[in-house]
């Protein structure tokens, strides 16, 4: 059986917002950043794609367009968008191939 997940509305996203997510097994917290056209998970934790504006943080992490694909595939297992009013939490399992 196929399992459904929110979708988040990116557009409603703006820059700095703030998240928590699961990325590969560590736990980070940090902000939203756009960058040509791309999303990026600017944190401390996880040492990704590097961007020059990491709105203060170590890190940024590419999740490309924010698809529940594009998160699966960047290893994103966890993500929260914090001050969401719809209090908008998204859970991915693995995609493992048989």
Known sequence: ??????IINWGDVEVGTEFIANIGRDTCSGK????RGLIYLCQDTMDGVEIEDRL??????CIGNGS?????????T???IIGDPMDLTV???KITKK
């Open 32 to 35: 939203i950043q756009r960058h």
């Open 56 to 61: 203060g943080y170590k890190y940024s992490w």
């Open 91 to 93: 859970h991915f399992k």
């Open 68 to 76: 529940v694909n594009d998160l699966t595939v960047n290893d994103v």
């Open 1 to 6: 059986m196929e399992e459904k997940y929110p």
């Open 78 to 80: 966890y993500l929260k």
